[in-house]
């Protein structure tokens, strides 16, 4: 079975949109006639040829290098030893490269330039960004009296980047460019999968041990063994794979799991379902070696999701379960039943990170009721001069108040409310990365509610690549006539 079976959404010759699978869905002028005598060229051929990753254009590149780092490096770990207003994080470094190029491409890049797209996401991150800050200049004062400010503009800054991303994203990609780039997440999830469970097995992280060898130590702060072996209190072993956390990691895989499920109900060869079965197992095994009872939480609730919207094929799939089941337990020996026990009544308050939550909301009580609108300010509860919160809807409840906690929650509802229409039409080319999206945002939700997901950059950089391939698999770059079913 070769990758490129794998990694193919087989529609067969007859299925809705397979004509259309890996072609630009936007109108462009009519060719020229060949002055050679020849017939002209076929119409959007020299755009569907211009399509990542057979492109020379620059941004889809920077992109899916973006993405690699994602799953490939532990980069808010590696750091430059020169010391900024913000910390000089790997990310931080590659951003600043994407943006420039997409300002040399609005320049000078003609009809080939990129275009904004602006959905509902975008609002509701952008208006999630400024409540943010409003917080800040609300409180501005108190902030710099208890000299909190500095550290609530460094957490504006990180969250404005996101949206930076989110925003370059949707407007670099192009509709006929998706597909290649799920591929190509789904291709990296399974390699980050495979390291894991070599780090489960053998106690060595591939990821942290190669960053430290490629990256050059005069530059950059970079760890070769991030608390390697080292176990929690009630004796986990710390697993991480390529990023700073196991929930971390266990939250990416969960987000990338709906991409395994649906090529899996969508694939017509027996050996390409084979293949995407053995991709779950994977996903599944790598989370569960983590030791977190969030990497059953987080599966369950992608393939919740993606029951409700496609239950029949899904129910079909149930048999699978079991050997999955049984092949988790083989790669991940011993992790599956370990889980479990937490969820035990009699076990499940025996980490602090649980009671300390239940006691949490006693605890924020008077600051939420002292600013229940836009809160204390953004970034300004801080874990080290208060106290770890492990929820990210109560921390953003203290920080931004009730508005900011909706505008949060607003951000992932959009990207579900968005996907129904689209997941309606069953058209493959804009059902399939939409109903990946919806997912990937349900679980993004839960998951904030499980620890601060938004402290660890790996998840929601995960989470916002694959809403702004959803976002631009609908909106073509030259005209908008694509218009969502009803």
């Known amino acids: 079975m070769s990758l490129s079976e794998l990694t193919t959404w087989d529609h067969g010759p007859g299925a809705p949109g397979a004509a259309t699978a890996v072609a630009e869905r936007e109108p462009v002028a009519s060719p020229a006639p060949d002055r050679t005598g020849g017939a002209p060229a076929a119409p959007g051929a020299e755009r569907q040829a211009d399509l990542w990753p057979h492109t020379r254009r620059v941004q889809p590149w920077l992109v899916a290098a ?18 900024g207003p913000v910390d000089m994080e790997l990310d931080r470094l590659l951003l600043p490269v994407l943006v420039g190029a997409w300002v040399v491409a609005q320049i000078f890049g003609g009809r080939n330039r990129p275009r904004l797209k602006m959905t509902a996401p975008h609002y509701a991150f952008g208006t999630f960004v400024l409540i943010c800050a409003m917080s800040i200049v609300v409180n501005v004062h108190v902030l710099n009296q208890t000299r ?5 503009i460094k957490q504006l800054l990180t969250i404005f980047a996101y949206l930076t991303f989110f925003v370059l994203m949707t407007s670099i990609v ?10 190509f997440t789904f291709i990296l999830a399974i390699v980050a999968s495979l390291g894991t469970i070599w780090e489960y097995n053998t106690n060595y992280n591939v990821f942290y041990d190669l960053s430290s060898k490629i990256f050059i130590p005069k530059l950059f702060v970079v760890p070769s063994t991030y608390q390697l072996g080292a176990v929690d209190e009630i004796g ?18 969960a987000m990338a799991l709906p991409i395994a499920v649906v090529g899996l109900i969508e694939a017509k060869k027996t050996r390409t379902r084979l293949g995407y079965a053995l991709a779950m197992t994977l996903f599944l095994a790598a989370a569960i070696a983590t030791f977190r009872k969030t990497s059953i939480i987080a599966p369950v609730t992608a393939i919740a999701v993606l029951v409700f919207f496609r239950p029949r094929r899904l129910l079909r799939l149930a048999p699978l379960g079991l050997v999955i089941f049984v092949l988790v337990h083989v790669l991940s020996p011993g992790a599956f039943g370990s889980v479990l026990i937490q969820f035990n009544s009699h076990r499940l ?23 229940p609108i836009l809160g204390r300010g953004y970034g300004a509860y801080s874990e080290q001069r208060y106290r770890i919160l492990d929820n990210q809807l109560l921390g953003y409840l203290v920080m931004i108040g009730v508005v900011g906690l909706l505008s949060y929650m607003a951000i992932m509802a959009s990207v579900v409310a968005v996907a129904r229409r689209w997941i309606r039409g069953r058209d493959p080319t804009t059902a ?16 904030s509610q499980l620890f601060d997901s938004m402290a660890f950059p790996h998840a929601p950089y995960v989470f916002l690549s694959l809403a702004a391939l959803a976002a631009a698999s609908t909106y073509p770059t030259e005209r908008h006539d694509e218009v969502p079913p009803r």
Do not use: C
């Not at 909190?148 to 609530?152: H, K, M, P, T, V």
């Not at 192009?174 to 591929?183: H, I, M, S, W």
């Not at 399939?432 to 998951?447: D, K, M, N």
């Open 66 to 83: 973006f993405i690699a780092m994602l799953w490939l490096v532990p980069f808010n770990t590696i750091k430059l030893r020169f010391s």
């Open 148 to 152: 909190e400010l500095d550290e609530a």
């Open 174 to 183: 192009r509709p006929g460019e998706v597909r290649a780039f799920l591929k």
């Open 236 to 253: 986990r072993r710390l697993i991480r794979g390529p990023a700073q956390h196991g929930l971390e990691l266990t939250s990416m895989l």
């Open 349 to 371: 308050h025996s980490v602090s990170t649980v009671n300390d939550r239940t006691a949490d909301y006693d605890a924020v009580r008077p600051d939420v009721f002292l600013h």
């Open 432 to 447: 399939t990365p939409h109903l990946i999206a919806a997912s990937a945002a349900v679980v993004f939700l839960v998951v």
